[in-house]
């Protein structure tokens, strides 16, 4: 079985392990799924590769979490093992060629402009689990949160961005002959045009992670009595793996992630909203003396009809789509914007006491 094969495999198995519990807990009495399980979110975001163009991109974020045993989420007890799927469909960094400036700017610009399924181009899933001490490792701030400290452990992929088209062209430079074109290529010293395209990819860009998972829960505490929160609690991932779509479609080197999902913190309706952003820093060893260089600026150029004797295709390499990436955006989870609210004085009163017979 491939690498591909072994990724889908393992998704699977976490989605059945999620299916399974949820029977599991709906069978001992306990809710299949409450807001603090499920979060589906849709939003916008700003995407930012490093040395390339800023775009906007909408973004549909559903997140599914099932604990592995049968204790609840309270303020004394939690989980000691749970599983979890994140399905994040938005846009994505384009390749794109480090410091051939005007090519970035104009790919990103085509490439964000058209409808709705040209802003959607990727899908990011991921599954794992979560693990830690059911008494430990929780620590309470203010009368109505609480601070978890998770370990966790994920797989997932995400799809290549879709083709956008024609390759761009550009004006042939010396600065770009030498930068793009082999010594050894038949009649280099006769293009006058240069594109670029991206390789014709047949698998997903896989990823592997490990770290910790700090999770806020958010409780209503009245007189004493705490009624756990009926909305996702807040998490931040701070992970190290390797990741395909950021070291240029190769496992190699490694991958910090940093990934914060986050509610407002308020006792109303606004808690559907979320702040969230990531950051992925990528260390490729080999790259080390390549973090830096000079920009090449292209002239576009004419409408050239393809294919053409006087144009150099540069397809990009595994070391020209390798970057840092960060994005940052808000959301609004459907889930808890469409669920009934509870009333803090209605959960901390007791039921109303039988009606006594007449005597």
């Keep these: 079985m491939?690498?591909?094969?072994?990724?889908?495999?393992?998704?699977?198995?976490?989605?059945?392990?999620?299916?399974?519990?949820?029977?599991?807990?709906?069978?001992?009495?306990?809710?299949?799924?409450?807001?603090?399980?499920?979060?589906?979110?849709?939003?916008?975001?700003?995407?930012?590769?490093?040395?390339?163009?800023?775009?906007?991109?909408?973004?549909?974020?559903?997140?599914?979490?099932?604990?592995l045993d049968t204790h609840p989420v309270t303020r004394t007890d939690k989980p000691a093992l749970g599983a979890w799927l994140n399905a994040r469909f938005n846009g994505t960094a384009t390749d794109a060629v480090n410091?051939?400036?005007?090519?970035?700017g104009g790919f990103e610009d085509t490439l964000v402009s058209?409808?709705?399924?040209?802003?959607?181009?990727?899908?990011?899933?991921?599954?794992?689990?979560?693990?830690?001490?059911?008494?430990?490792?929780?620590?309470?701030?203010?009368?109505?949160?609480?601070?978890q400290v998770l370990g966790i452990a994920a797989a997932g992929f995400t799809t290549p961005a879709p083709s956008s088209g024609e390759p761009p062209l550009f004006e042939m430079t010396e600065q770009a002959r030498a930068r793009f074109v082999p010594e050894d290529v038949p009649g280099r010293a006769t293009f006058t045009y240069i594109g670029f395209v991206v390789p014709d990819r047949q698998r997903f860009y896989g990823s592997w992670e490990t770290g910790l998972r700090l999770k806020t829960h958010h409780f209503d505490c009245t007189d004493d009595a705490c009624a756990k929160r009926v909305n996702f609690p807040g998490l931040i991932d701070i992970t190290v793996g390797q990741n395909e779509a950021v070291t240029g479609g190769v496992r190699r080197g490694l991958v910090m992630s940093l990934?914060?999902?986050?509610?407002?913190?308020?006792?109303?309706?606004?808690?559907?909203?979320?702040?969230?952003?990531?950051?992925?820093?990528?260390?490729?060893?080999?790259?080390?003396?390549?973090?830096?260089?000079?920009?090449?600026?292209?002239?576009?150029?004419?409408?050239?009809?393809?294919?053409?004797?006087?144009?150099?295709?540069?397809?990009?390499?595994?070391?020209?789509?390798?970057?840092?990436?960060?994005?940052?955006?808000?959301?609004?989870?459907?889930?808890?914007?469409?669920?009934?609210?509870?009333?803090?004085?209605?959960?901390?009163?007791?039921?109303?006491?039988?009606?006594?017979?007449?005597?």
């Design 99 to 104: 410091g051939v400036q005007q090519f970035v």
């Design 259 to 359: 990934d914060g999902f986050y509610p407002l913190p308020v006792d109303n309706r606004a808690n559907a909203v979320y702040l969230f952003g990531a950051a992925r820093l990528q260390r490729v060893k080999a790259l080390d003396g390549l973090v830096e260089r000079d920009p090449v600026i292209l002239k576009g150029a004419a409408t050239v009809q393809l294919p053409s004797a006087a144009v150099y295709l540069h397809t990009l390499t595994h070391d020209e789509r390798t970057r840092d990436d960060w994005r940052l955006g808000v959301a609004v989870d459907l889930i808890r914007l469409f669920t009934p609210l509870q009333s803090s004085s209605t959960a901390s009163q007791p039921a109303s006491a039988a009606p006594q017979p007449a005597q």
């Design 114 to 147: 058209g409808n709705t399924s040209d802003v959607f181009n990727a899908l990011t899933l991921r599954a794992g689990v979560e693990f830690g001490p059911r008494t430990k490792w929780s620590f309470n701030f203010g009368d109505h949160y609480q601070f």
């Design 2 to 67: 491939n690498a591909t094969g072994r990724r889908v495999l393992g998704i699977g198995i976490t989605g059945l392990v999620i299916a399974l519990s949820v029977a599991w807990r709906a069978d001992a009495g306990q809710d299949r799924f409450t807001s603090e399980d499920t979060r589906l979110t849709m939003g916008a975001e700003t995407v930012n590769p490093s040395s390339g163009d800023r775009s906007q991109h909408f973004l549909v974020d559903f997140m599914l979490t099932a604990p």
